[in-house]
């Protein structure tokens, strides 16, 4: 299985897949313009994943900023994560910084969609 | 020759921090983007005006890049080019958009922006959550999340007006404004 580790841009964020460790991290600023193309080699990274998951998957997803577009592949991202979740103990850590509450509200949305344990994490800013 | 003092008072008195017209690019959004950071950060703006205005300011440009993108707009005039200011005045912030649209498509945006500004918050959290979840994928990637993404975020109705150019396009203008309520003042209302 393939480590994914991505530095963060102006536009994207920084991406850190260690399936042997059975950690994602998406971290920083979430907004090209064409977010499908960014995300892809994840979704699939993931899919691989799940043929042989650790016994324990932590998830960190702390984004300062993300556009629609990337919305809908962080919801691809947490799809898998749900599939994945049959076969492994996720936890997904939502990260938000103290008053964002857009960003918190973000969290929530997904929360209500994808039935998989998540926690909201306040950061001081 | 033109009067260049005269535009320059006309956005002087506007209060527009910032203006471009032209054709709107990846690398073009990146530097608006910058400058707008850093000139709130010269403003001292609160954390949270901050990111409402940068998160809208994405979503409004981005829409601007990919309609420029995808409709066909080959008419003698220079439509691929598109407009956008950012005002601030007595501490609200604006968004200005224009851009060249076809008038068939006119109507299926405006039923759009009005099902958008008919709806509350409450409505819209639900609407955008029905979208992400169910909404198709489109190349563009939002399939359709940024005017609602944009509604959400500003607190406040989308204002909106088309301008009939020809028989064969007319000119789209958006103006988000953002609100600048407190979480304290939210819930007090």
């Known amino acids: 299985m393939e480590i994914i580790i991505l530095e963060g841009t102006p536009k994207t964020p920084t991406v850190e897949f260690k399936p042997l460790e059975g950690y994602l991290l998406l971290r920083g600023r979430s907004i090209p313009e064409n977010s499908i193309e960014f995300y892809k080699p994840l979704i699939e990274g993931l899919e691989a994943y799940n043929q042989n998951p650790q016994p324990v998957t932590n998830v960190d997803i702390q984004l300062e900023y993300f556009n629609t577009s990337s919305s809908k592949c962080v919801l691809d991202v947490l799809k898998k994560l749900e599939v994945i979740n049959g076969n492994s103990k996720v936890t997904i850590n939502w990260y938000y910084e103290e008053d964002d509450e857009d960003m918190l509200e973000a969290g929530e949305d997904y929360q209500a969609i994808i039935n998989v344990p998540f926690k909201m994490v306040e950061v001081e800013e | ?189």
């Not at chain 2, 609160?46 to 995808?70: D, S």
């Not at chain 2, 607190?155 to 789209?172: H, M, N, P, T």
Request: with cysteine; proline share 2%.
């Open chain 2, 1 to 189: 020759m033109e009067n260049i003092h005269d535009f320059y008072t006309k956005m002087e008195d506007g209060n527009i921090l910032l203006s471009f017209k032209g054709e709107v690019t990846s690398d073009l959004l990146t530097s608006i983007l910058q400058i707008m950071e850093s000139k709130m950060e010269t403003l001292a703006e609160p954390p949270i005006i901050k990111k409402k205005v940068y998160n809208i300011l994405v979503e409004c440009l981005q829409n601007l890049y990919h309609h420029l993108e995808n409709d066909d707009l080959a008419t003698p005039m220079n439509e691929k080019s598109a407009l956008f200011m950012i005002k601030k005045q007595d501490d609200e912030y604006s968004i200005m958009t224009g851009n060249y649209i076809m008038n068939e498509n006119v109507s299926p945006m405006k039923n759009r922006l009005d099902t958008i500004n008919s709806m509350d918050s409450l409505q819209l959290k639900t609407y955008y959550k029905e979208v992400l979840n169910n909404g198709e994928m489109s190349t563009k990637g939002g399939g359709g999340l940024g005017m609602i993404d944009i509604a959400r975020k500003s607190g406040k109705k989308l204002e909106y007006r088309f301008d009939k150019v020809d028989s064969k396009i007319s000119f789209f203008s958006l103006n988000v404004r953002v609100a600048q309520k407190t979480k304290e003042e939210k819930e007090n209302v």
